[in-house]
């Protein structure tokens, strides 16, 4: 579902933040990707999008390429790969309903869109999703007046609006509330389980990450240090990841 | 020194203001009023104007080919004042209200492109990156991300912008473009001073309602 090969990130200046990373994800695995601040998790995860642009390698998302993809292609790729963050990154200002329903904008008409109008079909599919993460009775409440965990589970709602293939979410559960964690790991378990869908998950919490995830991988310094299921992460692999005392 | 001197005389002129001549007063409505329709027309159309160039020249949004150009050219029409652009088009158009209503066009598509711009700069990119991700269009990222966040702010700069150019709008009338300015530079040469200081009152009046009315909306936006 998602091939990485020879996958180099290089930010402005000069920060490798990817430096040569290979990784296949097969349809229906839960990836959780471990590391420290600064591992490279997050330009990982922006970069199998292209919203950070790869420096070298290749990526396929659903049999498609994404690294060489013009304009047009690479926004029916998107369509494909839903993504949420760990600032949620609603529109404040807009209703829940219209945060959702951004998530239709790769398959709508472009000029009524533009106007601010979706066809009912789209509508539907967008409560269906809020209802999903069990909030249909907010969508016409404006964004910003839910709590954290309710806007990302709006966020999640909107991935799902995209009808993806894989969702990518990056620390979904840093800016909540400890409590919240569960809640939110939950509805991607559920995603994941009942749908199918390929997920990678950027966790820093180790124990959140074994509990959930099919797979572990560990990133160190814009590479992988490990790969392998949750029972094989011991200590001295976590020390590895994370570098404690090495 | 200067100032201490001219106090009697500044005495003076006030005492000769008063009273107010009210026979010129439906004459000073009349102006009043003109002067509001050139500010508000103005400043409507200047506000739709600015749109495409704010978002021209806002760094995060346009392509770097087409920032710099549009905001060296803004920033080159901002340095010329209303009151300019008004002597420019009365020589170009002829006396009266419509070079006075060009000249704020002007004036104000540029200082209000500038604005539009810094609120476009300072959005949080964060929907940006959401909605990017959804496979939407440039068009659609504008919409569903960027201008959700710059409305509030945009319609808050036009109603500024619109208080400040009643007062700009004011003293066009002295360059013959129209407006309440004509009649007070015309009382003030014939030595009319009751009738200047009518004027004057009427001028006052038509500031303070109207930053009064646009103030409250802005309150109510942010």
Known sequence: MIEVAGLRVVLPPATAAIDGIDLVVSRGEFVAVLGRSGAGKTTFLRSLNRLVEPTAGTIRVAGRAVTGAGAAELREIRRQIGMVFQQFNLVRRASVLENVLAGRLGYVPAVPSVLGRFPAADREQALACLAQVGLAHFADRRADTLSGGEQQRVAIARALAQRPAVVLADEPTASLDPSLTSSIMDILKAINVEHGLTLVVSQHQLETALAYATRIVGFRQGRVTFDGPPSGVTPSVARMIYGDGS | ?222
């Open chain 2, 1 to 222: 020194m200067r100032l201490a001197r001219g106090v009697p005389w500044i005495l003076d002129f006030l005492r000769r203001m008063m009273p107010p001549d009210l026979r010129v007063l439906p004459a000073a409505l009349a102006g009043a009023l003109k002067t509001v329709e050139i500010a508000l027309l103005g400043t409507a159309v200047a506000a739709l104007l600015a749109l495409p160039l704010g978002f021209l020249s806002a760094r995060n949004v346009a392509p770097g080919a087409v920032f710099y150009p549009a905001r060296a050219v803004l920033n080159f029409l901002r340095s010329v004042d209303t009151l300019v652009y008004a002597l420019i088009f009365v020589a170009a158009v002829g006396l009266g209200p419509f070079p006075g209503v060009l000249a704020v066009v002007a004036y104000t598509t540029t200082s209000l492109a500038k604005l539009y711009s810094e609120a476009v700069e300072g959005i949080d990119p964060g929907p940006v990156d959401a909605v990017t991700a959804t496979g939407a269009t440039r068009l659609q990222i504008l919409r569903y991300a960027v201008i959700p966040q710059v409305l509030p702010l945009f319609l808050s700069y036009v109603l500024y912008r619109l208080e400040s150019n009643i007062r700009a709008a004011t003293v066009l009338g002295f360059v013959g473009a129209g407006g309440i300015g004509f009649y007070l530079q015309t009382y003030l040469r014939l030595i009319d001073y009751p009738a200047a200081s009518t004027v004057l009152l009427v001028t006052v009046a038509m500031v303070m309602v109207v930053d009064a009315i646009s103030s409250r909306l802005r309150d109510r936006l942010v």
